[in-house]
């Protein structure tokens, strides 16, 4: 990257074989086309290069994070109560999960099964019992409630992962959550 840079600034300034006038003007004719058209290409190559490999270092999701589509998923290591988890959430720039669609669902499923813990996603009806909404304030439109679910056994207002199925459960509870936020594409991508 160091020898671009320094072959850039050679064009910028004073392109070798470039000649100065009486006047102390530089002459660009004094340089041949086909010199000078050479070092554009080859500082063209190395950029396209650099660029190749910036690309595949290229991270769309922070690390400890999972891509998913177009969003990252984080989840935790440690137990907090709905809000809890929610606050955490949003200090790191995202929010407690909102699922949008089965495949959402059953990569959730996927990560749940493998953990087998209790998991908070982004949804509740603590504002007014019986309307449920998620962290962003959009209606639940798509759910995946377990048989008899919600049933606010005890004010139950906030929503946890199951299994594979959604409980209502009393957002005092401590669970696991998942944070989401959209990934960052990839330059070319």
């Known amino acids: ?10 064009i910028r300034g004073y392109p070798q074989g470039q ?7 530089s002459r660009l004719d004094a340089v041949p086309h086909e010199q000078t058209y050479s ?31 177009e969003s990252c998923y984080l989840f935790s290591k440690t137990l907090g ?3 809890a988890s929610a606050s955490s959430c949003r200090a790191l720039g995202a929010h407690l999960v909102i699922v949008n669609s089965v495949e959402e669902q059953r990569f959730l499923k996927y990560w749940h099964i493998r953990k087998n813990e209790l998991t908070w996603i982004g949804l509740s009806d603590h504002r007014r019992e019986g309307s449920w909404k ?36 009393r957002c005092t509870a401590n669970n696991f959550w998942v944070c989401e936020q959209p990934s960052d594409p990839c330059p070319g991508h």
């Open 1 to 10: 990257m160091l020898a671009t840079l320094v072959q850039v600034s050679r």
């Open 19 to 25: 000649t100065l006038d009486q006047q102390g003007s």
């Open 39 to 69: 070092s554009l290409e080859q500082i063209r190559q190395q950029l396209t290069q650099i660029n190749a490999s910036l690309a595949g270092l290229c991270r769309p999701c922070p690390w400890d994070w999972e891509l998913f589509q």
């Open 81 to 83: 109560s709905w809000e």
């Open 134 to 169: 998620w962290v962003d304030d959009s209606p639940l439109q798509l759910s995946f409630w377990r048989e008899g679910e919600p049933n606010n056994d005890g004010d139950e207002d906030c929503v946890e992962l199951a299994e594979d199925k959604w409980n209502d459960r």
